[in-house]
């Protein structure tokens, strides 16, 4: 109770990072601005054009932006029959942060990630790929979803919606920006070759150049800001996991699957990749490992992880330090409102069966869409789509008439 | 007169911190019985499982009697219990007989290939963790407002008001609180 609210208290950090891509947002503005007219007006016409943009996608994110979110994301909202064992475990881990059941997506993507999304607690949602339930056993899976958990609790997500949709507006008006110079300089060059030589041009000319610099580099320095910010929360909702499941190898032993993962997931992109457990951007064939930025090297989270004494935050603090070296995540005053707690043993294991894990994956993804499975008395399992109309069906196989139950 | 108002002031602060003492002790006593009631939803999905799982289970494990019989009186007893204590000594039980009901399930492939028998198990284990976690966080709102009711100076309002400490859910067999480890 009182540690998590100090956790949410403590952001001064994250909140320093904020300020500074604003100044990115607002120095974007500025050159632009003074690109197009070398007056200081116009440049401060752009820093509240583009802070004005950014205020508006902040409201429309706030009003819907879960939800655009979630869409942009192609999750489904699934109900309990789809994947019981993934609501049963979400329910625990709400159950254990004393928070109200989130909403329950999943991805229909074979990667295996996950995310969660909301503003506040009671409109949050917790979002899993396909590949993600195929992949893991109960207690990964767990300790995938405290993570996640960690982060509703937290209060992270709205920061990072926060900080998201700002590097969307850098992104958006260097993009456009450098689209629009393109084009110009390739339809009309002359004429705009014509208005440069003019009276200042050469002064403008070097406006231009710069900004054109700026609108490359800024969105750079938007993301590696965005990356620092999201990494801070990334390490606290390890160590906010590991206290929820009091089983830290569960969510070392499921980062270990996921980075062991090729395939980039195909829903995500440069904005949305932070709020993932795991950078679920890489190129094909690469693995996904160390090469991360968006979140800390995946390796590091799982040797501190795998370092800890206990399953208290003051536990997560000591095997970070001692893993990596440097200044522990955990605000001080966590730490010491925290209690020792014991890691409690293993739930059952399963063996790993790929071809097995593959015929999973397909399933929750068949499942999630709408069908539903019935197997014939010969053996033959017939999957029945969602517009089905007749009660009963033919097997295929052996001809036998089975009841459609919908 | 200044002696008046100096008095009246003392009062009206004293009443004041009074009576955030004691909304404070009222706040967390019902924070108390929330988690509470978060158990007691578990336990009473608990006891409403356990019947399909013998029932399942009864036709395959024609052996096992009395490991069928024993997980179904102490759901019996667990059902009847009183109070918090009570109810944490027979559910303490009744965590024993599953989990030796469970370890000899690992004995019978085809119960465990039964469908309706896993997702039972599936639903079971998970209420299992539930009541886990739902203790935790029961006990420490407990800690928290036994803290109060003890520490100085909210003792003093907590006595006036006739407040008095919650029992914890501790589970008493140690046996109980590590999970049988199965192998395969």
Not at chain 1, 105 to 113: C, E, R, S
Not at chain 1, 162 to 186: P, Q
Not at chain 1, 257 to 275: C, F
Not at chain 2, 13 to 41: C, E, H, K, M, P
Request: hydrophobic share 45%; net charge positive; proline share 4%.
């Amino acid at each position: 109770m009182l540690m998590w609210e100090q956790i949410r208290a403590n952001k001064r950090n994250s909140i320093l990072l904020l300020v500074l891509m604003a100044a990115v947002l607002s120095f974007i503005g500025w050159i632009i601005g003074m690109a197009f007219v070398s007056d200081p007006m116009a440049g401060t016409l752009g820093i509240v054009i583009a802070i004005g943009l950014w205020i508006i996608m902040v409201i429309v994110s706030f009003a819907g932006g879960d939800q655009i979110f979630l869409a942009a994301s192609k999750a489904v909202p699934v109900t309990k029959n789809v994947h019981p064992q993934l609501f049963n475990v979400v329910e625990e881990m709400a159950i254990a942060a004393q928070l109200p059941m989130p909403k329950v997506y999943i991805i229909v993507d074979p990667a295996p990630n996950a995310f969660a999304t909301g503003r506040s607690p009671q409109t949050a949602s917790i979002a899993v790929t396909a590949g993600l339930l195929g992949r893991l056993n109960r207690d990964e899976l767990q300790g995938v979803v405290a993570h996640e958990m960690s982060h509703i609790l937290h209060r992270d997500i709205l920061f990072v919606t926060l900080a998201g949709v700002m590097l969307g507006t850098i992104t958006l008006i260097s993009h456009v920006f450098l689209r629009g110079m393109f084009y110009s300089s390739m339809g009309s060059g002359r004429r705009y070759s014509s208005r440069s030589n003019s009276g200042g041009g050469q002064a403008q000319l070097v406006l231009m150049i710069i900004a054109l610099i700026a609108a490359i580099l800024a969105p750079l320095m938007a993301t590696l800001l965005y990356f620092a910010l999201s990494r801070r929360r990334e390490y606290l909702a390890d160590a906010g996991g590991a206290r929820l499941t009091r089983y830290p190898e569960g969510l070392a032993s499921a980062l270990e699957k996921i980075s062991q993962n090729t395939k980039p997931l195909a829903v995500a992109n440069k904005v949305t990749a932070p709020m993932y457990i795991a950078n679920p951007l890489q190129e094909e064939g690469m693995k996904l490992s160390d090469m991360t930025s968006t979140h800390p090297p995946i390796s590091e989270r799982i040797k501190v992880l795998r370092a800890m004494a206990g399953a208290s935050f003051a536990d997560y603090s000591n095997a970070f330090r001692k893993a990596t070296n440097h200044s522990t995540p955990i605000p001080a005053s966590a730490l010491k409102s925290d209690e020792a707690v014991d890691i409690r043993q293993a739930g059952e294991k399963k063996a790993v069966d790929v071809k097995r894990q593959s015929r999973d994956v397909g399933d929750i993804m068949w499942r999630t869409n709408g069908y539903h499975f019935l197997t014939c008395a010969c053996g033959l399992k017939m999957k029945i789509p969602p517009n089905f109309k007749s009660d009963k069906v033919k097997c295929p196989r052996c001809g036998r008439i089975s009841a459609v139950q919908s | 007169m200044g002696a008046l108002i100096v008095v009246l002031v003392i009062v009206v602060v004293l009443a004041g911190f009074i009576i955030g003492l004691y909304n404070t002790l009222v706040r967390l006593r019902n924070q108390v019985a929330n988690a509470w009631s978060q158990i007691d939803v578990q336990l009473k999905r608990r006891h409403d499982l356990i019947p399909n799982l013998i029932e399942t289970a009864k036709g395959y494990m024609v052996h096992e009697r009395e490991t069928l019989e024993a997980v179904t009186n102490a759901r019996a007893q667990a059902m009847g219990a009183k109070n918090v204590a009570e109810s944490a000594k027979s559910e303490g039980l009744l965590g024993q007989a599953l989990s030796k009901f469970l370890l000899t399930v690992e004995a019978y492939p085809d119960l465990k290939a039964n469908q309706n028998f896993l997702a039972l198990q599936e639903e079971l284990s998970s209420t299992e963790n539930k009541i886990a976690f739902a203790r935790q966080a029961y006990n420490d709102q407990v800690l928290f407002f036994n803290n109060k009711i003890q520490m100085f100076p909210s003792n003093i309002v907590a006595g006036m008001f006739n407040f008095t400490k919650s029992d914890f859910f501790e589970i008493e067999d140690a046996a109980e609180r590590d999970v049988p480890k199965v192998s395969f």
